[in-house]
């Protein structure tokens, strides 16, 4: 081959290249095909172009055109009507690049630059014309071979690029409705509140996105041990079975069917359920639902014809299995809300009930002045006060006054019912009067004949006499009462040795005994008071509360009571109250 030739060759190839960048650089069609038009004149050394495009409906559309003659500028009557090559087209006579007169040139008035012929050259996709392009040049010129096999191959890059930028086109599209349906699905199921027909929903709009034949969503119910249809769509299924209906007695996670199969029952790794089965489906896609990691089941799509799914239809697929997730788990918060909502309820009849079990208000009794204070950690709790009017000491004398603080050893709703029943046995040993050591050892034998629980409760049980200030009292393994003496300033805390009740059934509760003299000031309470934690969790203790009563004796009970709260709370400071609260503040004036 001489040099010239060689050289000229070469530059064919360079501009080739550059025209099928070009094209490459966009996918915007008319875009690309101005851009395009360019290289291709200078390729040939032709002088003007134009390229038409050819609709569904057969029509023809200029969307190029290049150096233009001023008697073909466009728009203008001389591009009215077909021309030529379009019908030439039509009449599938268009095959190889084909040198014409132009109709166009021929009817066109002014400065035609001395053209009149056209080469045209057909745009295929595959065996079907998309377009036309046609190069412009005078009657004298000639089509040598190796010019007819350039512009067949421009030809080729062209219809090859008009291909691509309408396959493009239809994805894009198809994406935008995809986009749209998943859109307005998820908008249905935000506001849905019943799962069955959302999911049923869900399948249908499945086998409409990915143009499959059916869409079931199979549910593991691994207690069970089996796999569920949970909702299907395109299944034949029998009528009056109840629903949900079992699709698999043995595997709840279905592992042998294949991710994705064009022929099902053969890929899948053992005999199909007979359910499964009698659908005769081939075309087979699934992916999981997962939430949290673990996997609810499979989201299945499957086609009667043999099909092999492509990677973006799994991923649309993967979308829907997430809808399924986020319903089943909007399903699961919803059931839990609700029980959580009955269980408020409850607790609230509990609070109501137990409250009922409390003195309504403290008793009057001459000489003394009582305040009682009563706050649970949870909705119900297990700490309990009580006040019992008792016969008198002698037929002269005045009633006597029975108080009671007890603390069941659990919290929440168990310690609430053992605080009924302890309070119940506690009033019923004690309304006779008897000596507080009986007392407690008489209740102590009550609860452990009708508690099965495993609870117990501490209690401690004092006796008093208004008249003359004597106090028994009895303690049943419950913190010590800080006693405050007005004569010395000494806080005295009531020790007397006693075992919870609950434990044993003869325990031994050492009595005690001693006058409240006027001006002395009692304190009952529960250990919620003096183990309260800060922050850095130490605890209130019994110093602290001892301080607090030393400092505030000469205050009425209730102002007693208000001092204890705000001590123990400006001590806890954020810290979450741990235990029920209680107290009993007596003083004889």
Not at 52 to 76: C, I, K, M, S, W
Not at 181 to 194: G, H, I, K, M, N
Not at 405 to 421: R, S, W
């Amino acid at each position: 081959m001489p040099p010239s030739d060689r050289r000229h060759q070469l530059a064919e190839w360079a501009a080739l290249r550059s025209f099928a960048q070009t094209l490459n650089q966009t996918l915007d069609l008319r875009t690309a095909l101005e851009a395009a038009l360019g290289h291709i004149l200078a390729l040939t050394g032709l002088e003007a172009g134009w390229i038409y495009l050819r609709d569904e409906g057969d029509q023809f559309t200029l969307v190029a055109r290049q150096h233009l003659p001023p008697a073909l500028n466009y728009p203008g009557l001389a591009w009215q009507g077909e021309c030529a090559c379009q019908e030439t087209c039509r009449e599938g006579q268009l095959g190889e690049p084909a040198f014409m007169a132009c109709s166009r040139l021929r009817s066109a008035v002014g400065d035609k630059r001395g053209l009149s012929h056209h080469v045209s050259i057909a745009l295929r996709d595959n065996s079907r014309v998309v377009g036309i392009l046609n190069l412009a040049t005078s009657q004298w010129a000639r089509l040598k071979t190796p010019d007819q096999h350039l512009m067949a191959a421009i030809g080729d890059l062209l219809g090859t690029a008009i291909a691509r930028a309408h396959l493009y086109e239809e994805y894009s599209v198809r994406r935008v409705q995809e986009r749209r349906a998943l859109l307005s699905l998820s908008q249905e199921l935000l506001v849905s509140d019943d799962l069955e027909p959302a999911l049923q929903r869900l399948v249908r709009v499945g086998a409409r996105l990915l143009d499959a034949d059916a869409c079931a969503f199979v549910e593991a119910d691994e207690e069970g041990g089996r796999a569920v249809l949970r909702a299907g769509y395109g299944w034949a299924l029998p009528t009056g079975s109840p629903w949900p209906l079992t699709l698999d007695e043995e595997h709840p996670h279905l592992w042998y069917l294949p991710e994705r199969s064009a022929q099902l029952p053969a890929d899948a790794l053992m005999r199909l359920p007979p359910l499964l089965r009698r659908q005769n489906f081939q075309g087979h896609l699934a992916v999981p639902v997962e939430l949290g990691g673990a996997q609810l089941g499979l989201l299945l799509v499957n086609t009667i014809t043999p099909r092999s799914f492509l990677d973006s239809e799994a991923e649309l697929l993967g979308l829907l299995a997430s809808q399924v997730a986020q319903m089943i788990d909007r399903e699961r918060l919803n059931q839990e809300a609700l029980a959580r909502q009955r269980l408020e309820r409850e607790l609230d009849l509990a609070r109501e009930i137990q409250a009922s079990f409390l003195p309504d208000c403290c008793p009057f009794v001459p000489g003394l002045q009582i305040e009682a204070f009563y706050r649970a950690a949870r909705q119900v709790g297990g700490d309990f006060y009580d006040f019992i009017e008792l016969p008198p000491a002698t037929p002269a004398s005045a009633p006597r006054l029975g108080v009671v603080i007890a603390d069941v050893t659990d919290k929440g709703v168990p310690a609430a019912l053992f605080m009924a029943l302890s309070r119940t046995l506690l009033r019923a040993s004690a309304i006779d009067g008897r000596p507080p050591v009986a007392v407690l050892q008489r209740a102590n034998r009550l609860i452990l004949a009708d508690s099965r629980a495993g609870l117990f409760v501490t209690c401690f049980y004092a006796q008093i006499d208004p008249a003359t200030g004597q106090i028994t009292f009895a303690n049943g393994g419950h913190n010590y009462p800080l006693l405050y003496r007005r004569a010395t300033g000494q806080v005295i805390p009531l020790a007397a040795q006693g075992i919870v009740l609950g434990i044993i059934p003869d325990p031994h509760f050492a009595p005690g005994e001693l006058t409240l003299e006027p001006g002395d000031v009692l304190l009952f309470y529960t250990d919620g008071i003096t183990e309260a934690m800060n922050p850095e969790r130490e605890l209130f203790g019994d110093d602290r509360l001892a301080a607090v009563l030393r400092a505030t004796h000469h205050q009425p009970p209730a102002a007693i009571v208000a001092a204890v709260l705000a001590a123990v709370n400006a001590f806890a400071g954020e810290a979450p109250q741990a235990d029920d609260m209680t107290m009993v503040v007596i003083k004889r004036v």
